[in-house]
């Protein structure tokens, strides 16, 4: 609990005490009702600002992850989408006589396709079926080959798109 909410706690108590006081004292008598409504309020003060904290931070703690997923989504899109680009840009030097970016386009694709294995989960099956999809991709550009990767890639990432939407 934060230093103003427990203030602002502390301050409602005072003044339910207060009440409590005055009830009994004033009125000479013990009404049990009116003291155990005072009882209920001292409790409601007390228990308001733990259970508001936990909300909030409950809430931080989603918009966080929501957040960080997303940037992960698009992250990921983009690295396959390169990758991909790559691919058919490296298939088109292969196809010409003379072609010096060869070798660096091929790095790129390697690079691009360590970035991605280290943005997936390798406990979950698709995203092990991409990445060997993506090794198939980088030992012979086939479209099939790439047009799985887009499928699967599609698949991994509307799952989480529904987590982000869903807020898990």
């Known amino acids: 609990m934060n230093p ?12 339910v005490l207060d009440s409590v006081r005055v009830v009994i004292t004033e009125n000479n008598s013990h009404d049990f009702t009116q003291i155990l409504a005072l009882l209920v309020a001292v409790l409601a ?34 690295n396959i989408s390169e990758f991909i ?20 386009k091929i790095e790129c694709l390697n690079h691009r396709l360590s ?5 997936i989960n390798p406990t979950e099956d698709d995203h092990n079926e991409l990445i060997t999809l993506l090794a198939q991709a ?16 599609q698949v991994i990432l509307k799952r989480e798109w529904v987590r982000v939407k869903n807020i898990e």
């Open 4 to 15: 103003d909410t427990t203030q602002l706690a502390i301050q409602n108590l005072k003044v």
């Open 45 to 78: 003060v007390f228990v308001g600002p733990f259970i508001q904290n936990r909300i909030a931070t409950k809430q931080i703690n989603a918009t966080v992850l929501s957040t960080n997923r997303q940037e992960w989504i698009n992250m990921l899109r983009n």
């Open 85 to 104: 680009a790559l691919c058919l840009i490296i298939k088109d030097l292969q196809n010409r006589e003379n072609a010096p970016s060869l070798p660096e």
């Open 115 to 119: 970035k991605i294995k280290l943005l």
């Open 138 to 153: 980088t030992k012979s550009v086939d479209p099939d080959v790439l047009d799985k990767i887009e499928k699967r890639a």
